[in-house]
């Protein structure tokens, strides 16, 4: 009689008939997905916000409240780019490199 359990080839828990190679799979899916949601998620609040302080500094150098020097601020976000470009590999190099991991990443970054 079925009283409220899965009962496949005997095997009472799913996870016991699983093999292991199949639960990291499911594992790096999963956390992959959820990391790039959340970074994408992310990015975009991070771009919004600087653009609300570009915006900011464009308005206030209009009415003459403040005066920015456009060529050190130039070379300040030219600066900022190249550091992350540089410090991009070595958080690549630190992700797990794993097909189910990449796969939720990019689903992830796609539904985010």
């Not at 095997?11 to 790039?36: C, H, N």
């Not at 991009?88 to 990443?105: C, D, E, K, N, R």
Request: glycine letters at 14%.
């Amino acid at each position: 009689m079925y009283q409220g359990q899965y009962v496949a080839s005997g095997v009472g828990d799913t996870s016991e008939a699983l093999p292991p190679v199949i639960t990291q799979f499911r594992v790096g899916a999963i956390g992959g997905f959820l990391v790039g949601y959340a970074v994408k998620k992310i990015v975009k609040i991070v771009a919004f916000l600087l653009g609300l302080c570009v915006l900011l500094l464009f308005y206030l150098d209009g009415i003459e409240v403040i005066t920015v020097n456009y060529e050190r601020l130039g070379a300040a976000v030219s600066g900022l780019l190249r550091a992350a470009v540089e410090f991009l590999p070595v958080i690549i190099g630190y992700l797990p490199l794993a097909t189910s991991f990449t796969a939720g990443l990019t689903l992830g970054l796609m539904k985010g």
